[in-house]
């Protein structure tokens, strides 16, 4: 079946749930509550699928509660990120005890691995629809079946390398937007399950990616952030001269006021043109989130990262001398199997050069499947917690002497929510929150903030 035969089919399964689930449910409109764990991948991916329930009538919900259709987007990256799924999953057995026509669905990373597969439909009889990663653009199908067959289904796929476009999209927020560019990952890091649940990197057409940011622009969004595993990867494949830089310059130059920002950046292959197209647009952040993930050129290897700390540090001080206001932002594992206090301290030592403004901090997790798992592990968990203490203890001093030299500047920020009552939190271009006092109706807009006092780690600014 082609693309286009494919969509049109899940069009007209769309169609009939119009029509079977107001009878099933007894209601016009049933009630969706979706909940995503993990990145923003995953909110991309639950954005369009909430599309899809939109299409098909029914209305999302915040309150589990009133919910005929609770689906939980899962990630897999973490033991702790699977662990909370089973939790909350386990504590669904009353409501669909007391609401027997609930349905619950379950999709995301964690249910493209086998075991957990498994898993979920042994623990939980009560679950009633699993699909994973590769078929999202078949959820109407899969919905439909699920809710006529009265059987438990499991749809797991397989990577097809496809990318499915024109899917309806519901997205959470108004002012600040996910655009993905690419989906996801051929690198392979010992440690990492992404490759594995999410299948092999693929981009989007560059034509596609600027249609859905002017579109996003021409609706008022004044955010908009690229995503991809490693946005430095785009393009490969897609048989049309592009790469990230061109697409980043590319969607920097539609007219408006907007920022737009990415995530994320591989450091093996983050060039100075990137850095570039950063320094010279004013619409791109003057953020780079480069994940370093340890400062030992050993564990590097270890990790199958592709670099090591000089050439890391060689992308990092060009890109300080190049970009105005940079915020260096990283994630770190603490713990990889076999990691000594010598690799440890060599981690240490990059934070204390690169001065981060701010840290992802992991502890490494095993995951089932990944090369590092069989790694043997000599350190205890009482030793990677106590070097994770200390990790933090670091950037912590860093982060406040980092925000103690922004009092008495003025930024630019963007108005993003209530803090509490009377208390807004905005985010400067590179992504700093500021409390600022305000009433709810900035929210959205951009505003000028003199940065006041940096308290806890906490920047206080008043707006001009
Ligand atoms: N594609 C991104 C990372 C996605 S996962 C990149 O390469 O930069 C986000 C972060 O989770 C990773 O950067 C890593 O620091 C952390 N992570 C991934 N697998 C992990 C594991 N098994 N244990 C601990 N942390 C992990
Ligand atoms: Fe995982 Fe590495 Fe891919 Fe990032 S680049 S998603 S850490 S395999
Ligand atoms: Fe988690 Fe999947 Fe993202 S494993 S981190 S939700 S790609």
Same mark, same amino acid.
């Given at each position: 079946?082609?693309?286009?035969?494919?969509?049109?089919?899940?069009?007209?399964?769309?169609?009939?749930?119009?029509?079977?689930?107001?009878?099933?449910?007894?209601?016009?409109?049933?009630?969706?509550?979706?909940?995503?764990?993990?990145?923003?991948?995953?909110?991309?991916?639950?954005?369009?699928?909430?599309?899809?329930?939109?299409?098909?009538?029914?209305?999302?919900?915040?309150?589990?509660?009133?919910?005929?259709?609770?689906?939980?987007?899962?990630?897999?990256?973490?033991?702790?990120?699977?662990?909370?799924?089973?939790?909350?999953?386990?504590?669904?057995?009353?409501?669909?005890?007391?609401?027997?026509?609930?349905?619950?669905?379950?999709?995301?990373?964690?249910?493209?691995?086998?075991?957990?597969?498994?898993?979920?439909?042994?623990?939980?009889?009560?679950?009633?629809?699993?699909?994973?990663?590769?078929?999202?653009?078949?959820?109407?199908?899969?919905?439909?079946?699920?809710?006529?067959?009265?059987?438990?289904?499991?749809?797991?796929?397989?990577?097809?390398?496809?990318?499915?476009?024109?899917?309806?999209?519901?997205?959470?927020?108004?002012?600040?937007?996910?655009?993905?560019?690419?989906?996801?990952?051929?690198?392979?890091?010992?440690?990492?399950?992404?490759?594995?649940?999410?299948?092999?990197?693929?981009?989007?057409?560059?034509?596609?990616?600027?249609?859905?940011?002017?579109?996003?622009?021409?609706?008022?969004?004044?955010?908009?952030?690229?995503?991809?595993?490693?946005?430095?990867?785009?393009?490969?494949?897609?048989?049309?001269?592009?790469?990230?830089?061109?697409?980043?310059?590319?969607?920097?130059?539609?007219?408006?006021?907007?920022?737009?920002?990415?995530?994320?950046?591989?450091?093996?292959?983050?060039?100075?043109?990137?850095?570039?197209?950063?320094?010279?647009?004013?619409?791109?952040?003057?953020?780079?989130?480069? +994940?370093? &993930?340890?400062?030992?050129?050993?564990? @590097?290897?270890?990790?199958?990262? /592709?670099? !090591?700390?000089? $050439?890391? =540090?060689?992308?990092?001080?060009?890109?300080?001398?190049?970009?105005?206001?940079?915020?260096?932002?990283?994630?770190?594992?603490?713990?990889?199997?076999?990691?000594?206090?010598?690799?440890?301290?060599?981690?240490?030592?990059?934070?204390?050069?690169?001065?981060?403004?701010?840290?992802?901090?992991?502890?490494?997790? +095993?995951? &089932?499947?990944?090369?590092?798992?069989? @790694?043997?592990?000599?350190?205890? /968990?009482? !030793?990677?917690? $106590?070097? =994770?203490?200390?990790?933090?203890?670091?950037?912590?001093?860093?982060?406040?002497?980092?925000?103690?030299?922004?009092?008495?500047?003025?930024?630019?920020?963007?108005?993003?929510?209530?803090?509490?009552?009377?208390?807004?939190?905005?985010?400067?271009?590179?992504?700093?929150?500021?409390?600022?006092?305000?009433?709810?109706?900035?929210?959205?807009?951009?505003?000028?903030?003199?940065?006041?006092?940096?308290?806890?780690?906490?920047?206080?600014?008043?707006?001009?």
């Amino acid at each position: 079946m082609s693309e286009k035969e494919l969509l049109e089919k899940q069009k007209e399964y769309t169609e009939l749930l119009r029509d079977i689930l107001p009878l099933r449910y007894s209601t016009e409109h049933p009630k969706a509550f979706v909940h995503t764990y993990g990145c923003q991948q995953n909110v991309a991916d639950s954005e369009r699928i909430k599309g899809m329930l939109e299409q098909a009538g029914c209305e999302m919900t915040e309150e589990k509660e009133k919910a005929d259709i609770i689906l939980f987007n899962t990630c897999a990256v973490r033991e702790h990120a699977e662990d909370r799924v089973f939790g909350n999953v386990g504590a669904l057995k009353a409501l669909k005890r007391s609401k027997p026509s609930l349905l619950i669905a379950l999709c995301g990373c964690m249910m493209e691995q086998e075991h957990i597969a498994e898993k979920i439909y042994k623990s939980f009889p009560y679950v009633g629809l699993v699909f994973g990663t590769h078929v999202i653009h078949r959820f109407p199908e899969l919905l439909f079946n699920a809710v006529t067959s009265g059987r438990r289904l499991i749809e797991r796929g397989t990577d097809d390398g496809m990318v499915y476009e024109g899917l309806p999209i519901h997205r959470d927020g108004s002012f600040k937007g996910w655009l993905p560019v690419m989906y996801g990952c051929d690198n392979f890091c010992t440690y990492c399950i992404v490759p594995h649940v999410r299948g092999r990197e693929r981009s989007r057409q560059p034509e596609i990616v600027l249609e859905e940011a002017r579109s996003m622009v021409s609706s008022g969004y004044k955010e908009i952030t690229l995503l991809g595993q490693n946005v430095n990867s785009y393009g490969k494949g897609l048989g049309v001269k592009t790469s990230f830089p061109e697409l980043l310059k590319s969607v920097s130059a539609i007219e408006g006021d907007f920022w737009v920002s990415f995530m994320t950046s591989h450091p093996k292959d983050a060039s100075k043109e990137l850095i570039d197209v950063i320094a010279d647009s004013a619409k791109v952040s003057p953020h780079l989130h480069l +994940p370093f &993930q340890s400062g030992s050129d050993r564990i @590097l290897k270890l990790m199958n990262r /592709h670099y !090591d700390v000089e $050439r890391y =540090m060689e992308i990092v001080d060009y890109a300080k001398k190049r970009i105005k206001d940079l915020a260096l932002t990283s994630d770190v594992i603490v713990g990889f199997p076999g990691e000594t206090e010598e690799d440890f301290q060599q981690t240490l030592e990059l934070i204390r050069r690169v001065e981060f403004t701010s840290l992802f901090t992991f502890i490494y997790s +095993p995951r &089932q499947g990944t090369p590092a798992a069989r @790694l043997p592990d000599p350190y205890t /968990h009482e !030793d990677k917690a $106590r070097r =994770m203490g200390e990790l933090l203890k670091l950037q912590e001093s860093i982060s406040a002497k980092r925000t103690a030299a922004m009092v008495g500047r003025r930024y630019r920020v963007l108005v993003e929510e209530q803090a509490r009552e009377g208390v807004l939190n905005a985010r400067t271009h590179s992504g700093v929150v500021v409390e600022v006092q305000g009433e709810p109706g900035l929210i959205g807009s951009f505003m000028t903030a003199e940065i006041t006092e940096a308290r806890n780690f906490i920047l206080r600014g008043r707006l001009i």
